[in-house]
């Protein structure tokens, strides 16, 4: 039977769901962006998560968090929407570009566990008023993580806009995986894609390039990426897999919901980020996968990880 455990993360509360038998579970920070510190399978831990709450608050590198109401990196932050102009905080100073939304930065309320022998779930919700004038349209947005003994760490979203009109969003997710002690040791598998080229403030030129690099499973190596990437191919699902150390797992994700993903491996070399993404960078600005929720209407999107063993 999977068991809840809950204990202080600094100012927080982390919710750790585990299965003592199997070592399955994971944990989360539902006050700070509902921010998952680990994901247990057979009780190895493949998430590269804040392990302080310290770290947690100083956000570096944004692990494991939501990017929404869109991913990546928003020119100037700057756009346009229904005929009136908005301004995100810079809060990326080597681009001068607003990143990742402020989802990451909000308390979300946990609203239901379920626990059983085979399965452990936790939701929970952000009430968003519109309080912020970069984005003064409100929402409540339910986020559902849960794991099964099955191997999957599965995460869904819904929204509902409670806005008197249509609202922009895209989604992302930013976890960093780390199988075994280098990056450079992990073999990476990409599905058929195109790197999208972007100008030295990583804003999109407009143009693609095909990427076939990592079409069959080769190993990282020297390989350095802070990239976005367009999906190609017939497939309806598509999988972001690594392998190193023993482990293997693997980031499956609809081409229709997630058509573009973003692979980073960041300085220091001993982890690497698979983060789906709903849309392009920039979509704000370019339309490219930008998500319009009518009045009253509301949006939902899935995707899992799935681990295969030791």
Same mark, same amino acid.
């Given at each position: 039977?999977?068991?809840?455990?809950?204990?202080?993360?600094?100012?927080?509360?982390?919710?750790?769901?585990?299965?003592?038998?199997?070592?399955?579970?994971?944990?989360?920070?539902?006050?700070?962006?509902?921010?998952?510190?680990?994901?247990?399978?057979?009780?190895?831990?493949?998430?590269?998560?804040?392990?302080?709450?310290?770290?947690?608050?100083?956000?570096?590198?944004?692990?494991?968090?939501?990017?929404?109401?869109?991913?990546?990196?928003?020119?100037?932050?700057?756009?346009?929407?229904?005929?009136?102009?908005?301004?995100?905080?810079?809060?990326?100073?080597?681009?001068?570009?607003?990143?990742?939304?402020?989802?990451?930065?909000?308390?979300?309320?946990?609203?239901?566990?379920?626990?059983?022998?085979?399965?452990?779930?936790?939701?929970?919700?952000?009430?968003?008023? #519109?309080?912020?004038?970069? &984005? *003064?349209?409100?929402?409540?947005?339910?986020?559902?993580?849960?794991? /099964?003994?099955? =191997?999957? +760490?599965?995460?869904?979203?819904?929204?509902?806009?409670?806005?008197?009109?249509?609202?922009?969003?895209?989604?992302?997710?930013?976890?960093?995986?780390?199988?075994?002690?280098?990056?450079?040791?992990?073999?990476?598998?990409?599905?058929?894609?195109?790197?999208?080229?972007?100008?030295?403030?990583?804003?999109?030129? #407009?143009?693609?390039?095909? &990427? *076939?690099?990592?079409?069959?499973?080769?190993?990282?190596?020297?390989? /350095?990426?802070? =990239?976005? +990437?367009?999906?190609?191919?017939?497939?309806?699902?598509?999988?972001?897999?690594?392998?190193?150390?023993?482990?293997?797992?693997?980031?499956?994700?609809?081409?229709?919901?997630?058509?573009?993903?973003?692979?980073?491996?960041?300085?220091?070399?001993?982890?690497?980020?698979?983060?789906?993404?709903?849309?392009?960078?920039?979509?704000?600005?370019?339309?490219?996968?930008?998500?319009?929720?009518?009045?009253?209407?509301?949006? /939902?999107?899935?995707?899992?990880?799935?681990?295969?063993?030791?």
């Amino acid at each position: 039977m999977f068991e809840l455990t809950q204990s202080p993360f600094g100012k927080y509360r982390r919710y750790t769901l585990h299965h003592p038998e199997t070592g399955d579970g994971f944990s989360i920070v539902p006050e700070r962006g509902a921010n998952v510190l680990e994901i247990h399978f057979g009780g190895f831990n493949v998430l590269d998560g804040y392990q302080t709450p310290d770290e947690l608050e100083a956000g570096k590198w944004g692990k494991s968090a939501l990017l929404f109401p869109f991913p990546n990196r928003l020119r100037d932050g700057q756009y346009s929407w229904l005929g009136h102009d908005y301004t995100f905080p810079i809060n990326s100073a080597a681009t001068r570009n607003a990143i990742h939304g402020f989802v990451r930065d909000e308390a979300f309320e946990v609203v239901r566990i379920e626990l059983t022998t085979e399965s452990a779930e936790l939701s929970c919700r952000l009430d968003y008023r #519109g309080h912020h004038a970069w &984005y *003064p349209f409100p929402f409540l947005l339910e986020v559902t993580f849960s794991i /099964t003994n099955r =191997n999957e +760490f599965n995460a869904s979203f819904f929204l509902k806009n409670r806005h008197r009109e249509a609202i922009p969003l895209g989604l992302g997710w930013h976890p960093y995986f780390r199988l075994t002690d280098r990056a450079a040791d992990h073999y990476l598998h990409l599905p058929s894609c195109s790197m999208v080229d972007i100008d030295e403030r990583m804003i999109p030129t #407009g143009a693609r390039t095909p &990427y *076939p690099d990592f079409a069959a499973e080769k190993l990282l190596g020297k390989t /350095t990426l802070d =990239n976005c +990437f367009a999906v190609e191919g017939e497939h309806p699902l598509y999988h972001l897999s690594l392998r190193g150390g023993g482990h293997a797992l693997a980031l499956a994700a609809s081409k229709d919901l997630f058509p573009y993903f973003q692979v980073f491996t960041p300085p220091g070399g001993d982890t690497i980020a698979l983060e789906p993404m709903t849309c392009n960078v920039n979509a704000f600005q370019n339309g490219d996968g930008l998500v319009t929720v009518p009045a009253a209407g509301d949006w /939902t999107a899935a995707f899992r990880v799935e681990y295969y063993g030791g």
